[in-house]
């Protein structure tokens, strides 16, 4: 099974790629958490790609397309979902010709739709752990569990869910992602989500129509 989430900074992607992850067996593509390990670990990747994350722009497309060139052809057919990739049109046409060059397709296509105002607030309340890489709001950070360490979250705010970074966000978000959302529109398996709803019943509608 082979997915694709897509919507705007703040619209639940991430959150529903884990819980579908620990439901099935299938691998978490998140190009944002690609780079922050890269940054983390000081790559030149992650270097490269700090001085625009850090602005709130995008990465250039070529080396987003290589690195998801790269892991997408290492799972060797292993089920996955992409988690902010594509962003732009080029992008998407990138991936089109590597799904195909590996006799791939896409199951599904979720756009999760959520107002620009309830963005602001989700994405300036985020807490991100270090470690697991959940996503939390701030006043839920004492009831996680980290998925990956006894000792627990560690949970801090992203640079780039700084107020000034996020109206940036949002608004290349309009400009550059926005339409991309037009060319998936067509594929039979599109489904447009309201990412407003409580995560537990977004995971509902998603599980619904994947079975
Ligand atoms: P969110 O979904 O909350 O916006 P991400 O973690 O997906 O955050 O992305 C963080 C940043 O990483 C983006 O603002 C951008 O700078 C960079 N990035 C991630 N994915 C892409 C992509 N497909 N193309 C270009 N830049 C990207």
Do not use: W
Not at 19 to 28: A, G, N, P, T
Not at 110 to 134: G, H, M, P, W, Y
Not at 142 to 165: H, I, L, M, T
Request: net charge neutral; glycine share 8%; with cysteine.
């Amino acid at each position: 099974m082979n997915l694709l989430f897509m919507g705007p900074p703040g619209s639940g992607k991430g959150t529903q790629s884990k819980l579908l992850c620990d439901r099935y067996s299938i691998v978490h593509l998140s190009t944002g958490d690609m780079f922050r390990e890269a940054i983390t670990n000081k790559t030149e990747v992650g270097m490269r790609a700090k001085s625009y994350m850090d602005k709130g722009e995008l990465v250039p497309d070529q080396v987003v397309i290589d690195l998801i060139r790269a892991k997408v052809t290492s799972l060797s057919g292993k089920g996955f979902i992409l988690d902010g990739f594509p962003r732009t049109v080029p992008q998407a046409i990138a991936l089109e010709d590597l799904l195909s060059g590996l006799g791939l397709k896409l199951d599904g296509v979720f756009f999760f739709d959520v107002q620009k105002e309830i963005l602001v607030n989700r994405l300036s309340a985020r807490r991100t752990c270090r470690k697991c890489n959940q996503v939390v709001s701030a006043d839920d950070v004492s009831k996680a569990k980290c998925a990956v360490n006894s000792d627990g979250c560690d949970f801090y705010q992203r640079d780039d869910d700084k107020p000034e970074v996020i109206a940036k966000r949002i608004q290349v978000y309009q400009d550059q992602t926005s339409p991309m959302i037009e060319y998936y529109k067509s594929n039979p398996n599109f489904l447009k989500i309201d990412g407003t709803q409580p995560a537990d019943q977004v995971f509902q509608v998603i599980l619904n129509k994947i079975s």
